[in-house]
């Protein structure tokens, strides 16, 4: 089998998994990370194109937020996934490098010293950003029954671990837990570079956002 046919049997496994993930996690969102991936790692030379587009695909695959307590078995589904599809050289990597995206809010401390993890990290956390970003955020809020903002909870900052999963918190509190920090979190220069933009729109949309809410409040 040869590369083309493993990327088109990637996608289409991919596509299969990710059928419950809200609309923020969906296709587009992986089609994105891919591209933002490539991009860095043409840019930058880290890794293999293959294993980084083979990465980018599987990244979200097995998410804790949507696999929950099947995380472990998505992780084997993914391996015999690739065994059978003939990427068992690979798959050990990808996956090791996948589960730290998964828990990348919870290890901050860890030392990342894995440039395929760089790169796929750094395209994930690119889409958290600017205009689509907003959309994404705004989006998993709803999809968690959260608030769009709420003047009387304060920002949950990074002592709660930056944890995700807080649904008394507000999608404006995520802003300030997550959002405005990855620009200082890229790994590699292209993606510093790339978040500029994003970073600044995100500061924008804030303004404009609390210059229409305490008109009317
Ligand atoms: P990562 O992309 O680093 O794995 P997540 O999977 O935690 O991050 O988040 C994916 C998307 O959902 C991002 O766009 C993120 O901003 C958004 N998101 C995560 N948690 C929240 C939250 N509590 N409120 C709003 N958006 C969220
Ligand atoms: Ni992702």
Same mark, same amino acid.
């Given at each position: ?5 493993? *990327? ?16 923020? =996690? #969906?296709?587009? =969102?992986?089609?994105?990370?891919r591209?933002?991936?490539?991009? &860095?790692?043409? /840019?930058? #030379? ?7 587009? +083979?990465?980018?695909?599987?990244? !979200?695959?097995? !998410? ?15 391996? #015999? ?11 050990d =990597?990808?996956?090791? @490098? ?7 809010n919870?290890?901050?401390?860890? &030392?990342? !010293? #894995? ?8 395209? !994930?956390?690119?889409?958290? *950003? ?22 009387? *909870? ?9 944890? +995700?999963? @807080? ?12 959002? %405005? ?11 510093? /570079?790339?978040?500029?933009?994003? =970073?600044?729109? %995100?500061?924008?949309? %804030? ?11």
């Amino acid at each position: 089998m040869n590369k083309n046919d493993q *990327i088109s049997a990637t996608e289409e496994f991919v596509k299969q998994n990710m059928k419950g993930y809200d609309s923020g =996690h #969906d296709w587009w =969102h992986i089609k994105r990370v891919r591209k933002l991936a490539l991009y &860095i790692n043409e /840019r930058e #030379d880290l890794a293999d194109p293959f294993i980084v587009e +083979i990465a980018a695909l599987l990244h !979200d695959t097995a !998410d804790s937020k949507f696999a929950g307590e099947n995380g472990e078995n998505s992780y084997k589904l993914i391996s #015999d996934f690739m065994d059978k599809y003939g990427m068992s050289e690979i798959s050990d =990597h990808v996956i090791k @490098v996948i589960k730290k995206i998964s828990f990348s809010n919870k290890n901050k401390s860890e &030392i990342q !010293d #894995d440039p395929l993890l760089w790169v796929i990290q750094d395209a !994930d956390r690119l889409d958290a *950003i600017g205009a689509i970003g907003i959309a994404r955020a705004f989006n998993y809020g709803g999809f968690r029954n959260n608030k769009i903002y709420n003047p009387e *909870i304060v920002s949950l900052k990074e002592t709660s671990g930056g944890n +995700i999963n @807080v649904g008394t918190s507000s999608t404006i509190n995520h802003f300030y837990e997550k959002l %405005l920090l990855l620009k200082y979190r890229m790994n590699t220069m292209t993606a510093k /570079r790339l978040a500029e933009e994003r =970073h600044e729109f %995100l500061e924008l949309f %804030l303004k404009q956002f609390y210059s229409e809410w305490y008109f009317c409040n």
